[in-house]
């Protein structure tokens, strides 16, 4: 998925929302990072992502990339830091980007327009296909930049004015500061989400249903635990067999199912034998003669 180590490295997508495919080069940059810490969250929020191009441009440690705070805040997203790169200027970090997004709390009264990030990667069509909204509708990029301001200062106004949009989080009017990996994980998320999400993980595979052979098996061998237990009187039934059989149809019970409802009645009947069993036992005890209690 990723292309050689260098300037011109990048992570590919595929763009699925439309039905067809497309490479797209995605990186993040992360300009004058001044905490270590919010270099592995980035790395991890990437990979979880499944993206792997981080660039940093001239950050506070010169080897923050191996700082302990980093690799413990990456967590686990080592392969990320390994192949993340360290530039001088902005430039260097956009090398071979053609779509450029800066990351802003406020818009600006000058430079691109601000949209959330949903709104922005809606607008994008395919090469062959027709424009969801014509007047509004832009060619996809090949090459996806992503660019994040330090957390002392946000990003300067003309980084923000080379860019073509400005991605704004909608967040409580209130409280709306959002540390750099949170946010570069929302928008990584959407971003991802344009491309083509992830499946979720698979479910256990389900059960096969059960037919009406296996529901009759088991409601017959259920009858027979409830006779033993007395809940049912086999000399006069009344309807409780076939409202069962009702329950059990709504329900839609699977193979699985109907084994365990088995189990329940032959646990039942089992234990309605060693009870009876005991009874016996003790009656046969209780009717002896004094001479043969005494032996």
Known sequence: MRAATGAGAATIGRFYRWRFLVTVRTRFVLIQTSHAGNVGAAARAIKTMGFDDLVLVAPRW?????REETIQRASGALDVLANARIVETLDEALDGMDHLCATAM?????????????????R????????????????????????????????????????HVCLSIATNPQFGSLNIGAALQVIAYEWRLALGSFPLPGATPHSAPADAAQVAGMLAHLQESLEALGFLDPQAPKKLMP???QLF????????????LRGIAKAVLQQSARVHASAQAIEGVASASPDQKLD
Do not use: K, W
């Not at 818009?107 to 709104?119: A, K, L, V, W, Y």
């Not at 149809?249 to 365990?260: K, Y």
């Open 62 to 66: 010169p080897n923050v990339l191996r």
């Open 106 to 122: 406020t818009p600006r009264d000058f430079g691109p327009p601000t949209r959330t990030p949903r709104e922005h990667f809606s």
């Open 124 to 163: 994008f069509r395919g090469p062959t296909q027709p424009a969801l909204a014509p007047s509004a509708a832009e060619n996809l990029p090949q090459g996806m930049a992503f660019l994040f301001g330090s957390e002392r200062f946000g990003m300067r106004n003309e980084d923000v004015y080379r860019c």
């Open 243 to 245: 409202r069962l059989n």
């Open 249 to 260: 149809n709504r329900a839609s019970v699977t193979q699985e199912e109907i084994h365990i």
